[in-house]
C-alpha cells in the first residue's frame, strides 16, 4: 500500500484520507453510504488540495483524562484501544471522528459578492497580487469556521482510515 492510501495516528494524530473533490460546484454529492461532516482547511491546504497534490490530511484524537499515554495498541478494523490505570487496566476503545464512505464538505476563507449573481468567491482562488488590491475593496474575507455549507464548493470522501 503505497503512502497515498494510509492514514496514521501517531503521538494522537489522526489522518483522514479523502478521494479527490467529489464537485467542485455547490451542488450536493451523493451522500449514500456516509454522512456529511465539515472540515477546516487553510487556504494553502485548499490550493493543494485543488491542485491534486494534498490526498490525506491528519487530525487529532482528543483522549480522555484517564489516558496515560502507555499501553495503547491498534484493534484493526475498529480503531485504537487503551487501558487505563483509573480503572484498574479495563481497556477502552477509540473511535475515529469519521469513517470510511463519510462525506467531508471543506471549509474555507471565503466572502458573499455584494452582487447576488456574483454568488461566493474563494480565497484560494487568487494570486498574492489578486488579493492585495482586493484588500484595497470593502470586500472582507470571512475565516472557514463561518462558512455555510451552501457556499461549499469542494467534497471529499474518507476512503481509509487507520492507527499508526
Known amino acids: 500500500m503505497s503512502s497515498r492510501n494510509k492514514s496514521t495516528i501517531e503521538n494522537k494524530k489522526l489522518m483522514v484520507i479523502p478521494s479527490a473533490p467529489l464537485a467542485a460546484n455547490p451542488m450536493l454529492p451523493d451522500v449514500d453510504s456516509g454522512t456529511l461532516r465539515p472540515i477546516l482547511f487553510s487556504t494553502e491546504m485548499v490550493k493543494a488540495i485543488l491542485d491534486g497534490r494534498k490526498t490525506q490530511t491528519r487530525r487529532l484524537v482528543k483522549f480522555p483524562k484517564d489516558f496515560d499515554g502507555k499501553n495503547i ?9 487503551y487501558s487505563s490505570n483509573e480503572f484498574e487496566g479495563c481497556v477502552h476503545r477509540l473511535y475515529p471522528k469519521w469513517q470510511v464512505g463519510d462525506i467531508l464538505w471543506v471549509r474555507e476563507t471565503f ?18 497580487v489578486q488579493l492585495e488590491s482586493i484588500s484595497k475593496t470593502p470586500l472582507k474575507w470571512k475565516p472557514s469556521l463561518f462558512m455555510p455549507k451552501d ?4 467534497w471529499l470522501k474518507v476512503t481509509n482510515i487507520f492507527a499508526e
Open 111 to 128: 466572502l458573499k459578492h455584494p452582487i447576488p449573481i456574483e454568488g461566493y468567491k474563494y480565497k484560494a482562488d487568487y494570486t498574492d
Open 151 to 154: 457556499a461549499c464548493r469542494l
Open 73 to 81: 495498541y491498534q484493534n484493526v478494523p475498529f480503531g485504537l484501544k
